[in-house]
């Protein structure tokens, strides 16, 4: 991961201001592909058994873009995201 530059990932993702997030297994947003990328930071998001890979984050509602967990503690207050934990109600 190359170093957080706050303003700008704020720009790279200014798409995804005011979005609302959804927490839950990774699933990937292309059928053809075996990976995806946080919008922000670029961390992995795979199940190929990689030793740093994500297998859960928060995607957008259309499904197309993921942000991990880091980025979202990180930014969701400047972003104005709404998080939805989808993986709660599965534990209860
Ligand atoms: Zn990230």
Known sequence: MTGHNDSQLMDQGKHLLGSTLTH???TPAHAD???DH???CWAKFSNLGAPRELKSGFCT???QH???RECVDHFK???RWL???AMDVRAS
Do not use: I, N, Y
Request: aromatic share 14%; proline share 0%.
């Open 83 to 85: 998080l939805v934990d």
């Open 33 to 35: 592909e075996d990976h």
């Open 24 to 26: 839950r297994a990774w």
């Open 38 to 40: 946080c919008t922000l």
């Open 61 to 63: 509602s259309d499904g």
């Open 77 to 79: 207050a400047r972003f």
């Open 66 to 68: 993921w942000v991990c």
